[in-house]
């Protein structure tokens, strides 16, 4: 009796799982998607300015390099 009884529910979650993966994982997968199909065009287009708006962009800081680096020495290959 044991052992029809965990064939049976082996069967039955063998089935769940098949009507799982053919109905709700199209419908996961198609919901990622979209998802990431709608954020990839949000980032393309460009953003509406209203009339009369201003918008200013700055350039970012340029790193000055200090002169406690070091001394610059020119290296030179010989050949023998």
């Not at 064939?7 to 709700?24: D, W």
């Not at 997968?29 to 979209?34: H, L, S, V």
């Not at 962009?57 to 200090?66: I, L, M």
């Amino acid at each position: 009796m044991q052992l029809i009884r965990t064939l049976l529910i082996i069967i039955i979650i063998y089935y769940l799982a098949k009507l799982f993966a053919r109905y709700v994982l199209p419908l996961i997968a198609r919901y990622f998607i979209k998802r990431t199909v709608n954020k990839f065009n949000e980032a393309q287009q460009p953003k509406q300015k209203k009339s009369g708006e201003i918008h200013v962009e700055s350039k970012p800081e340029s790193k000055q390099v200090s002169d406690e680096v070091g001394e610059y020495v020119d290296y030179e290959e010989i050949n023998e």
